[in-house]
């Protein structure tokens, strides 16, 4: 089991431009979340996609939408990037098991703009 | 979700057991206490999560008293290899919205010869 798989692994781009990232959860897990890193800070929560749907949305412009296929992956968008948006992004699958929810991350995305 | 509060950096030697406090002063009764560590450039990892108690793992012990106002997360005789960002979280049971995580800045891990 290849576990959360992220790509790329590092993008660098420019502001005003726009990109997608992407991940690919562990096998058998049907929600995926994605996460922002700053430097220095803990992660923040973006947005959940389950059943192809967004569930939960964190605390961030609509500049950011993402998509969830059929096979769980899912795409995180970001358009017209700004300086601020340098960050490592984390994509975490889950799944309930019981009580809890088994929830892995994957090795992120470091994004750099100029 | 309750604010967590922990120590910013802690440093260590090898060898020794490492005890990392959280306050979560206003928990609810229906919120888990889950640890998570964090190495450089890498995403997090489930260390821990409890209740009430104490829960151990092959990893870590947690220590969670009555009032659960504030937990320890106990790692026994840390190695170089557990110098990391160790975050503190609450989280809901198993409702759906259990799956969002609300980090803080957590504690940076030291650990030296």
């Known amino acids: 089991d290849a576990g959360v798989t992220q790509s790329p692994t590092h993008l660098i781009k420019t502001r005003g431009q726009q990109v997608t990232l992407r991940c690919s959860p562990k096998?058998?897990?049907?929600?995926v979340s994605w996460y922002q890193q700053a430097l220095g800070q803990g992660p923040q929560f973006i947005f959940q996609?389950?059943?192809?749907?967004?569930?939960q949305r964190g605390n961030f412009p609509d500049r950011f939408s993402g998509h969830q296929f059929p096979n769980y992956s899912s795409e995180l968008n970001v358009n017209a990037l700004l300086l601020g948006d340098s960050a490592l992004y984390l994509c975490?699958?889950?799944?309930?098991?019981?009580?809890?929810?088994?929830?892995?991350f994957g090795p992120g995305t470091r994004l750099t703009v100029t | 979700l309750a604010k967590t509060t922990q120590p910013i950096s802690m440093d260590s030697y090898e060898g020794q057991e490492v005890n990392i406090t959280c306050s979560h002063n206003?928990?609810?009764?229906?919120?888990?206490i889950t640890w998570y560590q964090q190495f450089p450039s890498q995403g997090p990892r489930f260390i821990i999560q409890?209740?009430?108690t104490k829960v151990t793992n092959e990893v870590a012990s947690l220590f969670i008293p009555a009032d659960r106002k504030s937990s320890t997360l106990s790692l026994p005789r840390v190695s170089l290899s557990d110098t990391a960002v160790y975050y503190c979280?609450?989280?809901?049971?198993?409702?759906?919205?259990?799956?969002?995580?609300?980090f803080g800045t957590g504690t940076r891990l030291q650990v030296t010869l």
């Open positions: 975490a699958s889950s799944l309930r098991v019981g009580e809890y929810y088994e929830q892995y």
């Open positions: 096998s058998g897990h049907d929600t």
């Open positions: 996609y389950y059943e192809e749907e967004e569930r």
């Open positions: 206003n928990i609810a009764t229906n919120d888990y």
């Open positions: 409890g209740y009430k």
């Open positions: 979280l609450v989280t809901k049971d198993h409702t759906g919205t259990a799956s969002k995580l609300t």
